[in-house]
């Protein structure tokens, strides 16, 4: 079993390079699931379990804090940990992320160091082989 | 001009691996004279404390290169719809890292990235800052317009 990261970036290049960095981080094993925009990122939340949701912020169609705000009405999609990785440096946007629910945000450009620790921060220590699910089943309330 | 070189060092070392040189003795117009080839220019928009726009130019060789290292994809492989990806991301980050180290207190709007037809840089009103940049890999240049 292993982390399941739902990536959302209008960006392919963004994307595979936001995947290559978890996979290099050490944080352990990752599978990933990858969204152009907020709407497809709630599509692809009815088909997969997800773990967390790592999201850009300007996307067309829909961008991340509006994502974020969809999710919180939702009674399941509420609950999962939603990452903010962005271009926004300006202390009032990031105060606004975690205001609308986000539990962390990253700034680009990042390093996989720091993609570990907000991994981490967020979903807790794993070991290279094991995954968060594995640990979550107990914590299930269906 | 310090922020804009702190923040395209950080985001071509930090993203793509690459280190870079400022030589003291070249401008912005040394690249466009020197380059051979196809050339891809990007620009962004910025609206805030000071509005203008950033472009930078990178011949096909270094964007290639670029590439490799931000994807981690064989760069024969790699479609031209990548490449403009990718140095649309490039000027993303760039400009952003650029205001928040310039201000992180200010609130800096940015336009979607979009490449320059013709790849030669658009002249505008207002000052200027141009950066001839030396990689490994081949020059670049970035150029930063604005009217505060």
């Known amino acids: ?142 | 001009m310090t922020a804009m070189t702190t923040s395209i060092s950080e985001v071509l070392e930090t993203m793509c691996f690459m280190s870079l040189n400022l030589p003291a003795d070249k401008t912005c117009d040394d690249f466009f004279k020197e380059a051979s080839g196809k050339v891809f220019g990007c620009e962004i928009g910025f609206s805030g404390k000071v509005n203008g726009k950033m472009q930078i130019f990178m011949p096909d060789r270094l964007i290639r290169t670029v590439t490799e290292n931000f994807m981690g994809q064989d760069p024969d492989s790699i479609e031209e719809s990548l490449l403009e990806g990718t140095l649309k991301e490039v000027i993303n980050m760039a400009a952003g890292n650029t205001f928040s180290i310039y201000d992180s207190n200010e609130v800096f709007n940015l336009s979607i990235p979009e490449m320059i037809e013709g790849s030669a840089p658009v002249k505008t009103g207002g000052e200027e800052l141009s950066l001839y940049i030396e990689t490994m890999d081949g020059n670049m240049a970035a150029i930063m317009t604005y009217e505060a």
């Open chain 1, 1 to 142: 079993m292993s982390v399941n990261i739902l990536v959302v970036d209008d960006s392919i290049p963004m994307r595979s390079v936001i995947i290559r960095t978890i996979k290099s981080s050490g944080f352990g094993a990752a599978s990933f699931v990858e969204a152009n925009n907020g709407k497809e990122a709630l599509d692809k939340m009815k088909d997969d379990w997800l773990d967390l949701v790592v999201t850009d912020y300007n996307m067309p169609e829909m961008d991340g804090m509006t994502l974020i705000q969809e999710m919180k009405k939702d009674s399941i999609f509420k609950e999962i940990p939603v990452l903010v990785v962005t271009t926004e440096g300006s202390q009032e946007k990031i105060e606004e992320f975690i205001e609308k629910g986000a539990s962390g945000y990253i700034k680009k450009p990042f390093t996989p160091e720091l993609i570990r620790q907000k991994l981490t921060e967020i979903l807790g220590e794993m070991e290279e082989d094991e995954g968060f699910s594995d640990d979550s089943d107990d914590d299930l309330d269906f």
